[in-house]
C-alpha cells in the first residue's frame, strides 16, 4: 500500500520526525529506519528493544493519529499516479493488499480514496508472526486469495517488500516512487502509467504447481 497505492512515505517521514521531537527524542535519520518496516520495530529502534509492549503500540498508534491527520486533506492527491486507472482495468483479477501498515491506516487509505471495492483480502502486518522481508504477509495474501504464491504478482517499493515477494515466490514489480534503485525484480516502473508495464503483465503466463493449482 504505502508507496504503491499511495505515495505516503514522506508523510509519514513528517510525522515520525514530528512525533519523536514532541517527545524529546532526537529522529536523525527516520527515513532509513522506516521504510518497509512495521512500526513496533520502529519504535523499538528509538526506545529500545526492553520497552514495554503496551507503550511500544501506544506510541506506534499515536503516530499513526498524527500521521492521518496530516494526510486527511491530501490523500487522493497523494494517490500514485495511473492506480486507480489500473485498478479499474483489472478489477476482474482477484487482487490483495498486504502491508505492513496497522489496519486504520489501511482502512483510511481505502476508504478515503474509494478504492476498497478492488480488493478482495486484506492483510495487515498484525496478522502474520514475522514481518518483511520474511516472506509470511505475501503467503497468507496469497492463500486467501485461493492462488499459488508462484502466479501472483506483487508491485513493491521497498527493498525489504522485494525480498519478502521474492522468498514467498511470486512475481515482482518494482515501483519506482523514491529515487532508491529497486533490484531483483522482473520490471521496474515509476508508476502505472508506464505502458511497459502493461505490456509485460499481457505476456505473463500461469505456471502449474506439483500436485496444487495453476490458477
Known amino acids: 500500500m504505502d508507496g504503491v497505492v499511495v505515495d505516503s512515505m ?3 517521514e513528517i510525522a515520525w520526525t514530528k512525533y ?3 517527545l ?7 527515513a532509513a529506519r522506516m521504510h518497509g518496516r512495521r512500526n513496533d520495530e520502529i519504535v523499538m529502534d528509538f526506545l529500545g528493544k526492553t520497552a514495554d ?16 491527520k496530516m494526510m486527511q486533506e491530501i490523500l487522493t492527491d497523494q494517490l500514485v499516479p495511473g492506480v486507480v486507472t489500473f485498478l479499474t482495468r483489472a478489477q476482474s483479477v482477484p ?8 489496519r486504520p491506516n489501511i482502512d483510511f487509505v481505502l476508504d478515503g480514496a474509494g478504492l476498497r471495492r478492488f480488493f478482495r483480502v486484506i492483510v495487515d502486518g498484525s496478522e502474520v508472526a514475522r514481518p518483511k522481508p520474511a516472506p509470511d504477509i505475501y503467503l497468507r495474501a496469497a ?3 485461493g492462488l499459488a504464491p508462484e502466479n501472483c ?8 517488500g522485494i525480498t519478502a515477494a521474492r522468498e514467498a515466490g511470486a512475481r515482482v514489480v518494482g515501483i519506482q516512487t523514491h529515487s532508491e534503485e529497486l533490484t531483483d525484480v522482473q520490471i521496474q516502473v ?3 502509467q508506464d505502458e511497459r508495464l502493461h505490456t509485460w503483465i499481457a505476456q505473463q503466463r500461469p505456471v502449474e504447481i506439483p500436485g496444487g493449482t495453476h490458477a
Do not use: C, T, W
Not at 509492549?53 to 492521518?68: C, D, F, I, T
Not at 504478482?153 to 525489504?160: A, G, H, L, R, Y
Open 20 to 22: 519523536l521531537e514532541s
Open 143 to 145: 492463500q486467501d486469495l
Open 153 to 160: 504478482i506483487v508491485f513493491e517499493d521497498s527493498p525489504v
Open 53 to 68: 509492549l503496551s507503550e511500544v503500540e501506544e506510541h506506534g498508534a499515536a503516530k499513526e493519529r498524527l500521521y492521518r
Open 10 to 12: 514522506p508523510v509519514h
Open 24 to 30: 524529546g527524542i532526537d529522529p536523525g535519520d527516520v
Open 190 to 192: 515509476k508508476d502505472f
Open 95 to 102: 487482487m490483495a493488499v498486504a502491508s505492513n501498515a496497522e
